[in-house]
């Protein structure tokens, strides 16, 4: 399975100029053979707000708003499955920093989920998501779905891995340093492949890193993005050293836990 990453750098509160860009790239991604799209956290919005008016003048809800419909027109255009970040308006006005997943069949539209460790002033705006950590079948693979601060919390993957993902999809905006060393290693811990889709440029005086990631399940770096571009990272992925939790003949990283031990 192909698979890519998308690094661009939105411009904040301009979603229809961030759309237009986005679909450049997701056309890219599909021409090199990805089936599988990740793009970052607040692909559409941007990322550093100052108010709460100023989300609310650009969420949407999902599935019905314009950003989850332009996904879901992409995947079916291009035949392939997207995960991207978004804020979301619900329909009692709460807004959260989510991530919709769409594909190429019916509605196009899969599922959603909502950030559940909210980083520093994002904690001003949005709720702390409340669906759970989700891990959807697309038929070839199944992918877990995580947004940017939630890696810095071990049992995030792991909740996922354990869930069945072959994949982690991974829409950042990150600002701090390590994620792009430490997801290898979150990887490695689950036997998962894992996709960073991180931004590029700075907002306000915040600026991003870059270095989107493609991790494989032995902590291989299959890719990575640079600092300060804009660009597209694919990568062919074999599932099935996902579906190998095995390290030797006698060492099995899921039978081997021992979860009784590991409350306080």
């Known amino acids: 399975m192909k698979v890519a990453y998308v690094q661009m750098e939105p411009r904040l509160l301009d979603v229809n100029r961030n759309l237009s860009k986005a679909e450049k790239f997701i056309r ?51 035949g392939v499955f997207i995960v991207a970040g978004t ?22 539209y899969i599922g959603k989920y909502r950030k559940i460790h909210l980083f520093y002033r994002e904690k001003l705006f949005f709720e702390p998501g409340n669906l759970g950590f989700r891990v959807f079948n697309i038929g070839i693979a199944k992918i877990g779905v995580m947004i940017c601060f939630d890696w810095f919390f071990p049992e995030a993957m792991r909740t996922l891995a354990l869930k069945g993902a072959d994949i982690i999809a991974h829409p950042s905006n990150l600002v701090m340093p390590y994620a792009p060393r430490a997801m290898p290693i979150r990887a490695l811990e689950n036997r998962v492949f894992s996709i960073t889709a991180n931004r590029v440029g700075e907002e306000r005086g915040l600026r991003f890193i870059g270095k989107s990631t493609i991790a494989s399940p032995k902590a291989e770096i299959l890719a990575m993005g640079s600092e300060d571009r804009e660009e597209v990272g694919v990568v062919e992925l074999s599932l099935e050293e996902a579906r190998n939790k095995r390290i030797n003949e006698l060492n099995d990283v899921f039978r081997d836990r021992r979860p009784e031990f590991y409350f306080v």
Do not use: W
Not at 34 to 63: C, H, K, W
Not at 95 to 106: E, M, Q, R
């Open 87 to 108: 804020a979301e308006k619900d329909e009692k006005g709460k807004l959260y920093n989510s991530a919709v997943i769409t594909g190429p069949l019916g509605s196009g």
């Open 28 to 78: 890219e991604a599909a021409a090199k053979g990805a089936e599988l799209i990740v793009l970052p956290e607040l692909f559409d919005t941007g990322y550093n707000f100052q108010s709460r008016e100023e989300v609310e003048s650009v969420a949407m809800e999902i599935p019905d708003g314009e950003t989850t419909e332009f996904l879901a027109e992409q995947s079916r255009e291009h």
